[in-house]
T-cell receptor, first 116, second 115 residues
Framework: AQTVTQSQPEMSVQEAETVTLSCTYD???????LFWYKQPPSRQMILVIRQEAYKQQNATENRFSVNFQKAAKSFSLKISDSQLGDAAMYFCAYRSDRGSARQLTFGSGTQLTVLP | ETGVTQTPRHLVMGMTNKKSLKCEQHLGHNAMYWYKQSAKKPLELMFV???????ENNSVPSRFSPECPNSSHLFLHLHTLQPEDSALYLC??????????????FGPGTRLLVL
């Protein structure tokens, strides 16, 4: 079964600084997608960024970028120029098109605090 | 309204009560999902509906009963719940169920407390 591990339950960053959230996963598949979702205190979860496993280029969305290391099964999220609005719970998630892995498998989340 | 809405936002119920959670999506999507979010645990997928047919049921106890009358509405009927069922219940939708790249759009959740 696929598993997603976020080893940092909590992280903090100073406003305007850069922070990296870690995520590792376990899979035997070669083709899959990885996602980072953000859940602010209002609780509405939104997609931040996604990465296709067959693409070597790391995905980027404005201040958010990923470091995708396929061989190491690592998918970290980097937030540059952190803003107060970035404070949220961040979930890493995995999905492939095979069997039970067709459903999104989430990590346990990292609570990010942004300090003014 | 736009996006995915859920009602009620908060619910307190006794173990003998029967209640229902409602989810509505205004995105024209074909797939809808129920997730359970407990503290310090990953989100757990409970049910998936695609075009009003249930396509996934992740060994959820029968005290949780989903209903999808049309592609825009999803219900979760609750009866004889246990205190350990207290959690945030999230609804989500996506354009299709079987496309891996699909983004899921989440509602704000219903915070359930079972006494």
């Amino acid at each position: 079964a696929q598993t997603v591990t976020q080893s940092q339950p909590e992280m903090s960053v100073q406003e305007a600084e850069t922070v990296t959230l870690s995520c590792t996963y376990d899979t035997s598949e070669s083709d899959y997608y990885l996602f980072w979702y953000k859940q602010p205190p209002s609780r509405q979860m939104i997609l931040v960024i996604r990465q296709e496993a067959y693409k070597q280029q790391n995905a980027t969305e404005n201040r958010f970028s990923v470091n995708f290391q396929k061989a190491a099964k690592s998918f970290s999220l980097k937030i540059s120029d952190s803003q107060l609005g970035d404070a949220a719970m961040y979930f890493c998630a995995y999905r492939s098109d095979r069997g039970s892995a067709r459903q999104l498998t989430f990590g346990s989340g990292t609570q990010l605090t942004v300090l003014p | 309204e736009t996006g995915v809405t859920q009602t009620p936002r908060h619910l307190v119920m006794g173990m003998t009560n029967k209640k229902s959670l409602k989810c509505e999506q205004h995105l024209g999507h074909n797939a809808m999902y129920w997730y359970k979010q407990s503290a310090k645990k990953p989100l757990e997928l409970m049910f998936v509906y695609s075009l009003e047919e249930r396509v996934e049921n992740n060994s959820v106890p029968s005290r949780f009963s989903p209903e999808c009358p049309n592609s825009s509405h999803l219900f979760l009927h609750l009866h004889t719940l246990q205190p350990e069922d207290s959690a945030l219940y999230l609804c989500a939708s996506s354009q299709d169920w079987d496309r891996v790249v699909e983004t899921q759009y989440f509602g704000p959740g219903t915070r359930l407390l079972v006494l």
